[in-house]
């Protein structure tokens, strides 16, 4: 019923930039949450960045300590679109990310959780 396509992964030397880029599709109603996740080798998945409050003028924004300042999360509504510019990238960044979204698919149900089939983004010289 909703798919998440994930592009934008790829090798890239540490101090590079590169950009992931996320779209909904399929029966949505709503969303409420978007965001992005990665799981290193050997590592719990772990929170990177998300937009709560998809569809206000000023939505919540949270970023994890460790790419603070030089991630991005931005956001197009129209596309149901998420994206995350990532700068400076570091070895340690290196990880398989994942797009998440909190969407309903009615107006009255409740939400569900859908993943993304995760992008690699490899950090390394």
């Known amino acids: 019923q909703v798919q998440l396509v994930e592009s934008g992964g790829g090798l890239v030397q540490p101090g590079g930039s590169l950009r992931l880029s996320c779209a909904a599709s399929?029966?949505?109603?709503?969303?409420?949450?978007m965001g992005w996740y990665r799981q290193a080798p050997g590592k719990e998945r772990e929170s990177v960045a998300t937009?709560?409050?998809?569809?206000?003028?000023?939505?919540?924004?949270n970023y994890a300590d460790a790419v603070k300042g030089r991630f991005t999360i931005s956001r197009d509504k129209a596309k149901n679109t998420v994206y995350l510019q990532m700068n400076s990238l570091k070895p340690e960044d290196t990880a398989v990310y994942y797009c998440n979204a909190e969407i309903k698919l009615g107006g009255l149900g409740p939400e569900y959780s859908y993943w993304g089939q995760g992008t690699q983004v490899t950090v390394s010289s």
């Open positions: 399929g029966s949505i109603f709503s969303i409420n949450t």
């Open positions: 937009i709560t409050s998809w569809s206000q003028l000023l939505p919540l924004i």
